[in-house]
Nanobody, 121 residues
Framework: QVQLVESGGGLVQPGGSLRLSCAAPERTFSGYTMGWFRQAPGKEREFVGGIRWSGTTSYTDSVKGRFAISRDNAKTTMYLQMNSLKPEDTAVYYC???????????????WGQGTQVTVSS
């Protein structure tokens, strides 16, 4: 069973920063598009951003200028640097891997278990 493993979540004050990591097996990292999604209580899972194998990134409008995605292909790890965090960023954050870029969760084949991010004073 392929599994992606997220880490780095936690409690942070508004305006603070966190960096999430997503470690993946090589066979589900090489050549794959990687994505970050989040799900708040009572809401649908939503696309946060993604990074293609080429390194091209895309983000949902609400996080542009605050979040940055990167990937270390040698370590088969993706990162989500989150700055200027807001209470509305509170959610469980998931990483995912798929054959092509998409904002739709159904296009991703592999998922992590999620990590909680809570932004509160």
């Amino acid at each position: 069973q392929v599994q992606l493993v997220e880490s780095g979540g936690g409690l942070v004050q508004p305006g603070g920063s966190l960096r999430l990591s997503c470690a993946a097996p090589e066979r589900t990292f090489s050549g794959y598009t990687m994505g970050w999604f989040r799900q708040a209580p009572g809401k649908e899972r939503e696309f946060v951003g993604g990074i293609r194998w080429s390194g091209t990134t895309s983000y949902t409008d609400s996080v542009k200028g605050r979040f940055a995605i990167s990937r270390d292909n040698a370590k088969t790890t993706m990162y989500l640097q989150m700055n200027s965090l807001k209470p509305e960023d509170t959610a469980v954050y998931y990483c995912a891997a798929g054959p092509r870029a998409s904002t739709w969760p159904g296009r991703y084949d592999y998922w992590g278990q999620g990590t909680q991010v809570t932004v509160s004073s």
